[in-house]
């Protein structure tokens, strides 16, 4: 079982940063790919970028490629999301996820959710 809690959402303008910041529970965080989705109001909840267990490979949506970047700290049981350049479309609840499989594009292949942060980001 594993609990994650996300925290550093908030307001930006456009062009400016934010770090996200996932907190997971558990002595097992290492054994996880992770993983960010987001979701704005009236879509579909939709892949940002995951991190294998071991922090070799990261996978982007192509939306956000270039602008943000995935990051895990094992020894914090945390995982990171730096968001620059932002855009107002990049405007959602953003997810933190934890699984043990291979398949991160879907959102149904994640076991664990965290609650959700708002990032909002003004034009």
């Known amino acids: 079982q594993v609990q994650l809690v996300e925290s550093g959402g908030g307001l930006v303008q456009a062009g400016g940063s934010l770090r996200l910041s996932c907190a997971a529970s558990g002595r097992t965080f290492s054994s996880y790919a992770m993983g960010w989705f987001r979701q704005a109001p009236g879509k579909e909840r939709e892949f940002v970028a995951a991190l294998s267990w071991s922090g070799s490979r990261t996978y982007y949506a192509d939306s956000v490629k270039g602008r943000f970047t995935i990051s895990r700290d094992n020894a914090k049981n945390t995982v990171y999301l730096q968001m620059n350049r932002l855009k107002p479309e990049d405007t959602a609840v953003y997810y933190c996820?934890?699984?043990?499989?291979?398949?991160?594009?879907?959102?149904?292949?994640?076991?664990?959710w965290g609650q959700g942060t708002q990032v909002t980001v003004s034009s």
């Open positions: 996820a934890a699984q043990r499989g291979y398949e991160y594009s879907s959102a149904y292949k994640w076991d664990y």
